[in-house]
C-alpha cells in the first residue's frame, strides 16, 4: 500500500534518467531506441491511470483518450498539414482536455466498476465511430507522415525514428513526469488518497471529491492523450483496434497495476518490461503472449499487491 | 407494418440471444460481487466444445437428429463445471473480500490466460456447425420467414429466466441465497454455508455463460476472438439492467436488443456502437442501473 | 435571549413511509453547548445530516448566522462554518494518525486544490501534531487507524472534524461504543478543548450522566419531532421525556 510519505519529489531522478537516455543516443541500437520511446509513450498512459488508481479509481476505457491523441495527431497531420511534433502533441492534448472536461460531468460521480464501465462505453462508441468512418480509413486506419519540430526535417535517409523526435519524446514525457510527482505531492494528490480511502469524510474537511475526481480524470485523459501522439508518431499509423479497442484500455490497465502506484517512474518502467517481453514473447512463443499477461497478473494481483515499484521500496527497507 | 414485425421478431430473438449469454455474469455478481471478465471466456469454450462435439458426431453419422442438442447441453455443463470450480477454487478463493475492483482484474487475467489456451486447444480455424440449426425448419411469422431455431431460443430463454427466479424465490435453497447476498457475515453466522452457495452460484453462472457459447455455436462462425467481443456486450446488458438483477438483465437484454435491430434496420453503421450509447445514457442517468439499488451507507 | 447561530424553521424530512423529521424548529446561540437526546430513530442523526448539508430538508429552512443555508452542499455547509463528528468515526483507514491529521490539515477548505503547492510543509506538519497533543492522541500518532482502539478513533474523529476552526460542530454519539468508565474522561477533554476553540456545540447523547453533566440546555426528539426543549433539570424531568426517552431505571450504584 502506498502511504502517504513514500510521495516525494524526484525531480534529481526524472532529470538524470532523461540525460542518461539521451547521452544514450549514440549507442543504442534502433531497436533498442524505439522500445525506449514506445515503452516512453506507453508509460504516459499508465501514469495517468496511476493518478486515477491513487484515487481509488480504474478506467476500464483509458483507450479513448490514447485514440483521441493519436488520431488529433493523425488528423492534423493528414488533413490539416501540420508536421511540427510539438504543435501535434498540443492539439492531442487540447482535443482529450476538452472531452475529459465534458464527459467527467457524467464520471465524475461515479466510482468503482461504475466508473470502469462507463469509460470501457465511451471507448467502445468511439471505437465503433471510427471503425465505421471511411474517410479515416475505417478499421484499416491511415497513416502519418514524418514529424518536424520548429522547422527542423529529418533527411530522407533517416528512418521514422530520428534524434529529435526521440529527444521530443524524452524531454516530454521527463517535463510530465516531474509535473505530475509534483502534483501527486500536492493537496491534490492527497485530496485523491482522500477520495480513496474515505470520500465522506473528504468532503467534510470541505473538498469537493467530484471535483478533485473530475481534476484527475483531465490529467489523466491529457497524459493518455499524449501518449497516442507519440506512439502515432513513432508507429506511424494508426488504427481503431490498436487504439480504442477494449483489449487495448486492458493492457494499460495491466502496465499501471504491473509497475504499481508508488512512484511517477513505475508506470514506465512496467511499460518497458512490457514491450521487452512482447517483443521476445511474440518473437520465441507467439501463442502463449497473453497466458503470460494472465499469469503475471495474477501473481502480481496475489503477492505483490504494490507493483514492481514496492520491490524498489522493500530494497530500500522504508517498506515497514 | 411488416417491418415493424420483422423489427419486433428479429429484437425479441436477438434479446433472447443476449439474456442467455450475459445472465450468468448477473447472477454471479448479484451473489458474490465478482464481475467476472472470463464469463467472455466460457462463452467461447462452450461454443467451441458444442461446435467441436457436433463436428464429431456429424462427421460420423450424417443424419444426426435431435442428439445434437443434447451434445450441446453435454458440452456446456461439462465446460462450466469443470472451467467453473477452476476459476473459484483456483483464483477467486483467494482473493475474496479483496476490493472488487481487483476482483475484476484477477477475472480478466483469468481471461487473457484463457484465451490462449483456446488457441492453443482449437487453433486458428474457424469451427462450424450449422447442424442444430436447421432441425426445426423454418417457420412464417407475418409473412416472414424464420430459423426455427432462432425462434425457439425466444421461450427457452424464457423458461431458463422463470427457472431462475423461481429457484431463487420459491425455494428454500433460494431463500438461504437471498439471506446471503443480503448480508454474508450474518448468513455465516446463522449457519449457513456461504462458501458452498458462492461455489455453487459461480458453477450455475459458469455453465449458464457455456450454455450461451453453445446454443450460439450454430448461429454464428467460431474462431478466436468470440469472447472478447462478447464480453462487453454482455456487460452493457448487465450493467443497463443493474447489476445483480435478473430482471435487469432481461429488461437490458430487452433494449438493446431493440436498440440494435433498428439500428441494423435504420441506420446499419451505428449497429456497432449503439448497445454502449445505450449503455452510456443509463449509467449517466442512474448509475447502478434500472434495476440496480444504490447503495446507502450509515453515518 | 441572544442572536440564534443556528435556526431551523419547520424542518422535515421523509423517506418513503417514514418521517423522519417533522416540524422541527429549534435556534442555539453562539457558545451554547446543546444536548440532543432522544430514542434511536427518533430523528437525531437526520437532523444532523439536513443541517450539515448530507440531506436536503423537504420542508422549512436552515439559518445559520441568519443566511439561509438551506439545500447548499456538505462542502459549502463545511465552509460556512458547521463541522461535525459521526456515530461511526469517519477516518482514512490506511494511513495513520498522524497522516489522518496531516491530510485533514493540509487538504481542508481546499475546493479546488493548488498543485504547485507540496501539501507536507512545517506549518501544516505542526498543526498536525498540535492537534494530536490537543486530544491527546499523540501516544497513537504511528499507528495506522484501522488498527486503533474505539476510543482514540472516537477522540481522532472529533479532532478531524475541527480542523479548519468551525463555529459550530455538531458530534453525533461521541462516546457511543466508549466504555462508561472512559466516557466521562473522554467527554471531558473533547469538552474542553472544544470550549478553549470557542465553537458552539450540539451534541446527540444516550447517556443522560453525560448530558446533564456537560449541556447547557438539552433538546429531546420523539418521531422526528421536538418533544422538549430546555434546560437539562427541566427535560431529564419532563414526564414525556421520561416516558418516552429516558426510560425509569434504577440510580447506578456506581455513581459517584
Not at chain 2, 447472477?27 to 467451441?48: K, T
Not at chain 2, 443493474?242 to 441506420?267: D, K, P, Q, Y
Not at chain 3, 470550549?195 to 446527540?204: I, K, M, P, W, Y
Amino acid at each position: 500500500m502506498t502511504t502517504l510519505r513514500n510521495i516525494r519529489p524526484t525531480t534529481a531522478g526524472i532529470a538524470l534518467a532523461a540525460a542518461a537516455l539521451l547521452g544514450l543516443w549514440p549507442l543504442l541500437p534502433a531497436w533498442a531506441a524505439h522500445t525506449a520511446a514506445v515503452s516512453l509513450g506507453g508509460g504516459l498512459v499508465a501514469l495517468g491511470l496511476m493518478i486515477l488508481i491513487r484515487f481509488g479509481l480504474v478506467s476500464f476505457g483509458q483507450g479513448l483518450f490514447f485514440a483521441i491523441g493519436g488520431y488529433a495527431a493523425a488528423l492534423a497531420n493528414q488533413f490539416l498539414g501540420i508536421t511540427d511534433m510539438l504543435v501535434l502533441s498540443v492539439a492531442g492534448i487540447a482535443a482529450a482536455g476538452t472531452i475529459a472536461w465534458a464527459l467527467g460531468y457524467i464520471v465524475r460521480g461515479h466510482r468503482g466498476i461504475f466508473f470502469a464501465m462507463l469509460n470501457l462505453a465511451f471507448s467502445m462508441i468511439l471505437f465503433g465511430i471510427l471503425a465505421k468512418t471511411v474517410a479515416l480509413g475505417s478499421t484499416d486506419g491511415f497513416s502519418v507522415g514524418v514529424p518536424t519540430l520548429l522547422g527542423v526535417a529529418p533527411g530522407p535517409e533517416a528512418g521514422r525514428l530520428t534524434f529529435v523526435l526521440f529527444g521530443f519524446i524524452v524531454i516530454s514525457s521527463a517535463l510530465v513526469a516531474w509535473m505530475v510527482d509534483r502534483i501527486l505531492a500536492s493537496p491534490v494528490g492527497y485530496a485523491g488518497q482522500g477520495v480513496r480511502e474515505n470520500e465522506l469524510r473528504l468532503r467534510y474537511l470541505g473538498v469537493s471529491a467530484r471535483g478533485a475526481v473530475h481534476l484527475a480524470y483531465i490529467m489523466a485523459a491529457k497524459l493518455a492523450a499524449l501518449g497516442g501522439v507519440f506512439t502515432v508518431l513513432l508507429i506511424g499509423h494508426v488504427t481503431p483496434e490498436d487504439t480504442a479497442y477494449w483489449t487495448k484500455s486492458g493492457e494499460f490497465v495491466f502496465v499501471a497495476i504491473l509497475g504499481g502506484a508508488g512512484n511517477v517512474a513505475a508506470p514506465f518502467i512496467a511499460q518497458t518490461v512490457f514491450e521487452l517481453v512482447r517483443t521476445f514473447a511474440l518473437q520465441y512463443v507467439p501463442e502463449a503472449w497473453q497466458m503470460l499477461l494472465g499469469i503475471t497478473l495474477l501473481l502480481v494481483i496475489l503477492f505483490l499487491p504494490g507493483g514492481l515499484w514496492s520491490l524498489v521500496d522493500r530494497l530500500r527497507g522504508r517498506n515497514a | 407494418m411488416m417491418a415493424l414485425a420483422a423489427i419486433v421478431v428479429d429484437s425479441l430473438v436477438y434479446a433472447s440471444w443476449l439474456f442467455i449469454v450475459s445472465i450468468g455474469l448477473t447472477l454471479i455478481f448479484g451473489v458474490m460481487n465478482v464481475l467476472n471478465v472470463a464469463h467472455g471466456s466460457l462463452y467461447a469454450l462452450g461454443a467451441y466444445t458444442a461446435a467441436w462435439g457436433v463436428g464429431m458426431y456429424v462427421g460420423g453419422a450424417p443424419d444426426a437428429g435431435y442428439v445434437l442438442l443434447a451434445i450441446m447441453l453435454v458440452a456446456a455443463i461439462v465446460v462450466g463445471v469443470l472451467v467453473g470450480i477452476l476459476i473459484e477454487r483456483g483464483v477467486l478463493r483467494w482473493v475474496y473480500g479483496r476490493d472488487e475492483i481487483v476482483i475484476v482484474l484477477a477475472t480478466y487475467a483469468v481471461f487473457l490466460v484463457l484465451e490462449d489456451v483456446m488457441k492453443l486447444i482449437f487453433g486458428p480455424e474457424s469451427y462450424i456447425a450449422f447442424q442444430p440449426r436447421f432441425l426445426f425448419g423454418t417457420v412464417s411469422v407475418a409473412g416472414i420467414p424464420y430459423v426455427g431455431y432462432d425462434l425457439l431460443l425466444v421461450p427457452l430463454v424464457a423458461l431458463i429466466g422463470v427457472g431462475i427466479w423461481a429457484a431463487i424465490h420459491r425455494t428454500r435453497p433460494g431463500k438461504l441465497l437471498i439471506a446471503v447476498i443480503h448480508d454474508r457475515e450474518i448468513a455465516s453466522a446463522l449457519g449457513i454455508n456461504v462458501a458452498r452457495f458462492f461455489t455453487v452460484t459461480f458453477l450455475c453462472g459458469a455453465i449458464l455463460g457455456a450454455l450461451g457459447g453453445a446454443l450460439s455455436a450454430p448461429l454464428i462462425s467460431v474462431v478466436p476472438g468470440i469472447g472478447v467481443e462478447l464480453i462487453v456486450l454482455a456487460f452493457a446488458v448487465v450493467v443497463i439492467g443493474g447489476l445483480g438483477s435478473v430482471e435487469g438483465a432481461a429488461i437490458g437484454a430487452l433494449l438493446v436488443g431493440l436498440g440494435r435491430t433498428a439500428a441494423v434496420f435504420f441506420r446499419p453503421e451505428l449497429e456497432l456502437f449503439v448497445v454502449f450509447v445505450v449503455m452510456t445514457v443509463v449509467l449517466a442517468v442512474r448509475p447502478e442501473g434500472l434495476f440496480g439499488k444504490p447503495q446507502t451507507r450509515r453515518i | 435571549m441572544p442572536e440564534a447561530l443556528l435556526e431551523t424553521r419547520g424542518l422535515g424530512k421523509t423517506f418513503g413511509a417514514v418521517v423522519a423529521a417533522e416540524d422541527v424548529s429549534v435556534s442555539v446561540a453562539a457558545g451554547e453547548i446543546v444536548g440532543v437526546i432522544g430514542a434511536n430513530g427518533a430523528g437525531k442523526t437526520t437532523f444532523c445530516n439536513m443541517v450539515t448539508g448530507y440531506l436536503t430538508p423537504d420542508r422549512g429552512r436552515i439559518l445559520f448566522r441568519g443566511t439561509d443555508i438551506t439545500g447548499c452542499t456538505v462542502g459549502e455547509a463545511t465552509a460556512a462554518g458547521i463541522h461535525r463528528s459521526f456515530q461511526i468515526p469517519q477516518l482514512f483507514p490506511g494511513l495513520t494518525v498522524y497522516e489522518n491529521l496531516l491530510l485533514s490539515v493540509g487538504v481542508f477548505g481546499h475546493r479546488r486544490p493548488p498543485w504547485w503547492k507540496p501539501l507536507v510543509r512545517p506549518e501544516i506538519q505542526q498543526e498536525a501534531r498540535r492537534v494530536m497533543e490537543q486530544y491527546h492522541i499523540a501516544d497513537s500518532a504511528e499507528t495506522r487507524v484501522d488498527r486503533l482502539p474505539q476510543g482514540v478513533r472516537k477522540l481522532l474523529d472529533i479532532a478531524m472534524a475541527m480542523v479548519g476552526g468551525p463555529a459550530m460542530i455538531l458530534l453525533d454519539e461521541p462516546t457511543s461504543g466508549i466504555s462508561t468508565e472512559e466516557k466521562f474522561d473522554v467527554m471531558g477533554n473533547v469538552i474542553d478543548a472544544l470550549r478553549s476553540s470557542g465553537a458552539t456545540v450540539l451534541f446527540v447523547e444516550h447517556d443522560m450522566d453525560v448530558v446533564g453533566r456537560y449541556a447547557d440546555r438539552v433538546i429531546a426528539f420523539r418521531e422526528g419531532r421536538v418533544l422538549a426543549d430546555g434546560t437539562p433539570r427541566e427535560v431529564l424531568e419532563n414526564p414525556a421525556v421520561i416516558e418516552h426517552v429516558v426510560g425509569r431505571r434504577p440510580p447506578r450504584p456506581t455513581d459517584a
